[in-house]
């Protein structure tokens, strides 16, 4: 998978984008017998709702089918006679997306495409956008079919999802929000950006806040009860618990501003403190308490259920069938579970390997997990944002699977996880990429392998964020 992103100036093309994505939309539409294979976090979870939702638009069934990845193995899963919708998958497989003998095939995805190809596609790059933020696979998605008159909230929630959202939207990103603005689809407000301020009663919101971390009062319920009684924040209100959202404007900012000072006073550092505010994406259509109000809260919960092999829940919760979002919940409670443990897991147990922080969760973190851990710990102020975190796990199959996770800043320096994981695979016959900031790969897992890539993958950081 190619991961190098180009070095001249960009000079994106959007509107050149945004007539190939309808041209690839209105191909697609055309399909008889379709089936969406798509990919499993919130990103493939809503771009595949949003196809879906397009044909059943056109009064067509279409069916989806998730896969971890695409590779040879799972290509076997895919049956020989469907027209082929992929989505947030592909890019980075169009040999074996070339080799499939399906009478149809089209790609929607914002990775790096691996190579030259005539499948029918549409990815941001082909326009000089970056994929790591410019477009997900969602907005990508929504451009393809919104002359359906689909709503770009899926198309936000994806982007959320990816973590697209660094300080607003941009490129892509940016030109479809600006559209679900003017149409009075979502509110934009500068509020905490900490999980749970829908669906959490105060004392959990605060007592699961990992990013950051909060001193003497993450996982400490009783702790956070007597912080918010001081601060004198209700918790209950006419008999009900309260959430951040349920809490007035006044008492929000009261809350918002002492947990920023708390924050300070505790030696958290400066820059997660800052980020613990930003831009937070608001649905003003969907119903209050629910998870589906705001972006990244329903990320989190399409995360859950694609992470945990649920993805027919998850799509069913993007179009807002009947039941599918309780049972999204109970999965997102177990996500938060694993998460947690991860986490915990990785306190105990994460080393300085130098060039990168390792957590080796084989045995304890799931595969499908690892990323998410890595990307949490990364973030918990429980250790310094200067290097990548490097997560290991096993799959199904046996095989090892790592994930890497970084921060923008950390890239702007020279780092490039998918690189490094794409040449590490390399040397030992396994295949890695992603995005600069966030990927990972997949290899056998003997000893001398995982020895062998992760010192391919701490030379390949060295050098890239200058260490040597
Ligand atoms: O396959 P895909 O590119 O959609 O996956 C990207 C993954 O990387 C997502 O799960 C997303 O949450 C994660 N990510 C991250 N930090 C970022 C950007 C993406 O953890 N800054
Ligand atoms: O699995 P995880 O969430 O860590 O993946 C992070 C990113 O790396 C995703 O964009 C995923 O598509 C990419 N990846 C890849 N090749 C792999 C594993 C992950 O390109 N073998």
Partial sequence: MQTTLPTAPRSPDADGFEKKARQIGEWALAFQDPLIVHHLDCDGLTSAALAKKAFQLKGKNAPTLMLKKLDDASAKSIPPDKELVFTDLGAGQLELVEGMSNPKKVVIDHHPPSKDSDIERINCHDFEFDGA???CSA???????????????????????????????????????????????????NDLKLFGKVTRSLVSFL????????????????????????????TYRDGKTLSYYGLNVFERKKLASALIQYAYAQGVEEKLIRQMVGDVYVFPFEPEGSERKEAYEFSTLLNACGRHDAPQIGIGA??????????AQDL???HRLAVRQGIEFAKKNAVDAGAFYLIDGRGTISDTIIGVVCGAYFSSGLVQRTKPVIGLSVDEQGALKASGRGSKDLCTQGLDLGEAMKKAAEDVQGFGGGHAVAAGASLDATPENVKTFLKKIKQVVEVQLQLR
């Fill in 133 to 135: 933020v410019d477009a």
């Fill in 139 to 189: 907005s990508t998605a929504w451009y393809c079919f919104r002359h359906t008159g689909l709503s770009a909230q899926l198309g936000i929630v994806g982007a959320v999802g990816d973590m697209q959202d660094q300080n607003g939207f941009q490129g892509l990103n940016q030109r479809m929000f600006q559209e679900a603005v003017n149409q009075g689809q979502v509110l934009h407000t």
């Fill in 207 to 234: 007592t699961y806040c990992t990013e950051p971390v909060l001193p003497g009062l993450t996982g400490d319920d009783k702790a956070c009860a007597v912080f918010l009684k001081n601060e004198g924040v209700p």
């Fill in 318 to 327: 993007c179009l807002g069938q009947d039941g599918a979002l309780q049972q």
């Fill in 332 to 334: 997102l409670k177990k």
